[in-house]
């Protein structure tokens, strides 16, 4: 019954070669994020879309880009991973509006490794 | 902006005492606060929130919260803890963008 997933579970790119990691809900959410966490840190924000529109964190790197399709897809491209970019990447949802409604729906995320 | 802080990197405690882990909070205007916990290499999971009412918040596996505006706290707590609930445990607080800020997270230890 997983409302938001994430493929692959484990991804392994080599030094500049870009990747992309997906995100998919059942959920029918408003608002996709992606967040980066290293190594038990805390998740780091690093954009996010309302609807169509996509709203950049200020200290993203350009090396990180995002698409989102339609409403249930949302895919994180990095153009040319370095060393520093290896952590997890998790996606999560929500559909702001209503007390009840507050709160994200998290992905298991992407562990990303670069050789 | 809104942020959260929590003090403690680690709690260790032993499986049936009382498990605590601190958060306090800063922001402006009504603060929307969560607890989140991870397990190993495993996404976030909701374990419960404060949007308003009652300053006692229950949540999932039996642990509760409390909010505390004068000590800008919502500390996490559980009668009992099991060996089952040590993991990395999450404070955050929502902006007005929808948008969740984390705290740098406190592992729990619980052994038997």
């Known amino acids: 019954d997983a409302m938001v997933i994430q493929n692959p579970r484990y991804q392994v790119t080599q030094f500049g070669k870009p990747v992309t990691l997906s995100c998919s809900q059942t959920?029918?959410?408003?608002?996709m994020y992606w967040y980066q966490q290293k190594s038990s840190q805390a998740p780091k924000l690093l954009f996010h879309?309302?609807?169509?529109?996509?709203?950049n964190e200020a200290d993203t790197p350009d090396n990180f880009q995002s698409r989102r399709p339609n409403t249930s897809f949302c895919f994180l491209d990095i153009r040319s991973p370095g060393l520093g970019d290896a952590a997890m990447y998790l996606c999560?949802?929500?559909?702001?509006?209503?007390?009840?409604?507050?709160?994200?729906?998290f992905g298991s995320g992407t562990q990303l490794s670069v050789l | 902006a809104q942020s959260v802080a929590q003090p403690e990197d680690q709690v260790n405690v032993a499986e049936g005492n009382p498990l605590t882990v601190k958060c306090t909070y800063s922001?402006?205007?009504?603060?929307?606060l969560f607890w989140y916990v991870q397990y190993p290499n495993r996404g976030l999971q909701f374990l419960l929130k404060?949007?308003?009412?009652?300053?006692l918040v229950k949540g999932s596996y039996g642990f509760e919260a409390e909010f505390n505006k004068s000590q800008t706290s919502f500390h996490l707590k559980k009668p009992s803890a099991l060996v089952s609930d040590s993991a990395l445990y999450f404070c955050a607080v929502r902006d007005d963008d929808y948008k969740l800020s984390f705290g740098a997270g406190t592992t729990v230890t619980v052994r038997a």
């Open positions: 404060y949007i308003t009412g009652d300053n």
């Open positions: 959920l029918n959410h408003n608002v």
């Open positions: 999560a949802t929500s559909s702001p509006g209503g007390v009840a409604n507050e709160k994200l729906f």
């Open positions: 922001v402006s205007g009504n603060p929307y």
């Open positions: 879309y309302y609807d169509k529109d996509f709203n």
